[in-house]
């Protein structure tokens, strides 16, 4: 019965097609991104720069600083962290049955802030910043998997359990960041720490993509190739062990893989929130509940959101806003709208 459900699902969304379009739109936003901000950049002038030539060479050069230096780099930063955050929040969503998830709830997010609040307060260079804070983010999920796994062959209730110890980790490591805000210099390690916890894309090149690149491919492949098992997943365990799933291998795979996506979109890009949250329920609306369908139409979403996002975070004011605020500041309200909008994608 589920089976016949999912196909007409399937067929009823097959015929619009939804994923070139979104492709389509999340091209349309990388050309806009890439054509404003402070230095705009013409439409001729970027004809020119992809030809190679043509131009005063003076504005040649700035315009080829800018585009292939910064605002490119910075472009794809947003279409990934926006896509790993999405990706993950669907991930978890599946897993948990719990539309309130997101990707911090195993607290991932806190223990990579700790990692990078560390790494700024002993000095590090950026490398280090973003390799501690992935760890830690890892480290994070992990203590909170094995002390669940612990917990739950006493209770028998391992998915709640998971949930319940996430929490704690994510609160015990929200209390050490405290801790190093508190002792570290207010005139130094202070500021760089907090402007970091507040998320942003100003200082991102093209080798942190590189260093983004393996973690968000070794995430993110695995959960599309298997996002039909989210399916199963969701039903419950029961019905999941009677398809043959094994149940608690799966789960552990799908936090591994979501774990990694949205470490490594902290690490890069620092505490970026409601992106994991609010995208996952605007890809149900439209896509439906396949996972088949929901996690990759999710994941272009997030993409999307956060790259418009961030050229709001860099447009809008003359001074830049944090990113992490900003999403908040917009997925809010967003939230709220898809709440009066119908409780029913939500469930």
């Excluded at 739109?25 to 013409?42: C, D, E, K, Q």
């Excluded at 997101?102 to 700790?114: E, K, V, W």
């Excluded at 391992?158 to 005139?187: C, E, H, N, Q, R």
């Excluded at 949205?262 to 329920?281: D, K, R, Y």
Aim: hydrophobic share 55%; charged share 10%.
């Amino acid at each position: 019965m589920v089976h016949n459900m999912m196909m007409q699902t399937g067929k009823k969304s097959s015929r619009i097609p939804l994923l070139p379009l979104l492709f389509l739109l999340l091209a349309l936003a990388v050309l806009v991104s890439i054509l404003i901000g402070r230095y705009s950049i013409s439409w001729s002038s970027f004809l020119s720069l992809l030809a190679g030539g043509g131009g005063p060479k003076t504005m040649d050069d700035q315009a080829q600083m800018v585009l292939f230096q910064v605002r490119l780099s910075r472009i794809g930063a947003a279409v990934m962290i926006g896509a790993a955050l999405a990706g993950a929040g669907s991930a978890y969503q599946g897993i948990f049955k719990n539309p309130m998830v997101s990707p911090d709830i195993l607290g991932a997010s806190a223990g990579a802030g700790f990692g990078a609040s560390v790494a700024i307060s002993l000095g590090w260079n950026a490398l280090g910043v973003q390799l501690l804070a992935f760890g830690c983010g890892m480290i994070a999920v992990l203590l909170a998997y094995l002390m669940s796994l612990a917990i739950g062959r006493q209770t028998g209730g391992t998915t709640l359990i998971l949930v319940l110890t996430g929490m704690v980790v994510g609160a015990l490591f929200t209390a050490f960041i405290s801790i190093i805000k508190y002792v570290g210099d207010p005139y130094d390690t202070l500021p760089a720490i907090t402007f970091w916890l507040m998320g942003g894309l100003s200082y991102v090149t093209g080798y942190d993509l590189l260093v983004m690149l393996f973690p968000f491919l070794l995430g993110g492949v695995p959960l599309l190739l298997l996002r039909w098992r989210l399916n199963i997943l969701s039903l419950g365990d029961e019905e999941a062990n009677t398809l043959g799933v094994d149940t608690a291998k799966m789960r552990g795979v799908v936090i591994l893989c979501a774990t990694l996506l949205s470490s490594s979109a902290v690490a890069v890009g620092g505490m970026i929130g409601w992106v994991g949250l609010i995208v996952p329920h605007l890809a149900r609306m439209i896509a439906g509940p396949d996972y088949q369908k929901l996690l990759p139409v999710a994941m272009v979403l997030g993409g999307i959101f956060l790259l418009v996002v961030d050229d709001g975070a860099r447009c809008l004011f003359a001074m830049e806003l944090p990113l992490g605020v900003l999403t908040a500041v917009v997925g809010a309200p967003f939230f709220l709208y898809l709440l009066f909008r119908g409780r029913r994608s939500f469930l």
